[in-house]
């Protein structure tokens, strides 16, 4: 049958004077760890540890799991709270001696909660960076998802392409210096940054947006998809008799015929992380593109 749960709210010795609530280490360095042996305890000592433990029972009913401290032996592994209500845990031989909260993610990675900055914040436009001290220092990696909230013009959802340091992170690069709706627009202003959504999560399209990328794409030249998060592509060619190929890996995925109207069209949808992928056409004299567009 279930067991009832007591009222832990009640510690023991709580209003005691100090004097009857004696750490028997302080009597007898060492006490705690040996224990108790052929003796009569002074009540001092049974006061400290029944306030030990039903402090303890009570502060882990209210937490529900501990705040990280530097006493705690942590092992692989472990959970803890942090400092700012996040929960963590702590990588195969990560360091659990490391603050998780301003780790970044090298020994101990988000559990549960969101992280976010709050402060004075600069939005460049030109190079899509958004500068806000701490916000390199919430558990943020490549790909990631944040949210931007109390700004007048940069409310929207972005993905972290660059971490340049713990003050400075560039987002959806492809849009810097352009008006699309992942350009970030000129403005300094106090603002919230929130990592949304991890990269192993975050769906396509989140956080991502459609961007023109022709000048920078060539016929038959592979690219490689190093955003951190899966891309959608599409490009087209005003061309008649000539197929558009479409590869993803080296692995053709997508083929497209010249339609009535003399259009040829691929899209890639998706392209992961890390991928390569390219555009050719049989006829190898076919050398450029009408259109070439980017989900990222």
Partial sequence: MAISKP????IWA??????????????????????WVAEKPPYQF????????????????????GFWNTDTDYQDLSLTKGSNGVIYLLKTSGDGTQNPVSDGGTNWIV???KQ????????TNSTNNIALTGIG?????IGDVVQVTGTASNNKLFTVEVITDSGNVIVNQAHAGDTTIKSLVNETVSATVTLLAKFYNAPVGLGQGWVSVLSSRVMGTSYTNNTGRSISVAANKFTLDNDLLGF???????????????SAQVDLVPV??????RISSVDSAVSSFNSWVELR
């Fill in 7 to 10: 009222n832990l709210t009640r």
């Fill in 14 to 35: 709580a209003d005691a004077a100090g004097s009857d609530v004696v750490d028997p280490d302080v009597q007898t360095p060492g006490k705690f760890s040996l224990g």
């Fill in 46 to 65: 049974f006061n400290f540890m029944q306030k030990l433990f039903t402090q303890g029972l009570g502060y882990f009913d209210e937490q529900g799991i």
């Fill in 111 to 113: 559990a549960a909660g």
């Fill in 116 to 123: 976010f900055v709050t402060g004075t914040a600069t939005f």
């Fill in 137 to 141: 220092s919430i558990g943020l990696e």
């Fill in 248 to 262: 993803v890996d080296n692995v053709e995925v997508s083929r497209s015929g010249s339609q009535t109207n003399g």
């Fill in 272 to 277: 992961s992380s890390a991928s390569t992928y």
